[in-house]
């Protein structure tokens, strides 16, 4: 699922301008929704179109109870866009999570639905191990989240199916338990330590940190409230910066399609944030494209050094041919 390293693909110089040849980008977490509700047929369309648009070739749809995502990947077989779906999540009942997928209630469920998502054709297993930031900041997140039992029977039946385990978790506790379980990527992963960073590192588990989607809910917020999150943001920045410091593969994921967060064009402002947070182009380039064999494939990108600040994409190349819109 983490993109493979860019570090050994020297960005080529173009002719004699200052363009930069890059692969597509990969929007590693987002949903076929629009303010969380499904897409309708037309308007996945609209979305493949704002994607392949904004030079993102390849997805990863984090669920929903309706299953929109499969519906999604049965439409892109002729479309040059790649649509990895977790079909619906798992979560635990009562808990946060419902729009996202379906719940367990017992531990004896949880194969039967793992097969589930197995047979309708998904890609992975999307479980939400932890409740959400809470705004008020009088707890860190919202109630929800498996025990560490349950999330090795979740672990064990993704494995069976030889499907990757990913986990959407916020607070310490709730990612190192995901950590602990084999989980490939830590979706969100608010309030990581040090220690859990360094654990990741060591595991080779990816992190899609989804900055932007919680810092485009300040609008709406009081004063108070803002000022908390943005708080908490800072935070976050610093443990990107860290982890990057230390090996944690990184991905760029914008929870787009969740309240007020748009396709496509809010790749550009998480790209702006793990810059904020200190990231080299590099770093930043290896958390955000696809593998370098697109570029040998004609998929590509060109682009000037500054596209992050700019948000500009100067051509976009589709199997060699120049995509115009």
Known sequence: MPPVSLKHINMERVATTDL???????????????DGKPASPQKILEIKDEYLRNGIFSVNDMGHVTGVGLNAKEKSR???IVIRTAVFALYKKGTY??????????KNEIKGLIKDISDAGGDFIKVVNSGIVCTK???????????????????GGAKEKNMELVCHANSDVAIRNSVCAGASSIEH???????????????GISWTPTCFALLSLTSELSSSERKYIKEVIDNHLISISYAASIGVKLNIGTDSGSRGVQH??????????????????????????????????GNFLLVKKDFVITKKIEAIYNSGVEVIF
């Open 20 to 34: 930069l040849r890059i692969p597509p980008f990969r929007d590693s977490h987002m949903h076929f929704t629009v």
């Open 78 to 80: 002729d479309v040059d």
């Open 97 to 106: 999570g419902a729009f996202l997928g379906k719940a367990v209630a017992e």
């Open 137 to 155: 900041g009088t707890e860190l997140i919202t109630e929800g989240g498996f025990s560490p039992e349950e999330l090795k029977i979740i672990s």
């Open 189 to 203: 992963g608010f309030f990581v330590s040090r220690e859990t960073l360094h654990m990741m590192a060591e595991a």
């Open 264 to 297: 496509g064009k809010s790749f550009f402002d998480e790209m702006q944030l793990f810059r904020k947070a200190g990231l080299s182009i590099d770093q930043i380039l290896t958390a955000a494209c696809m593998d370098k064999e697109e570029i040998e494939k």
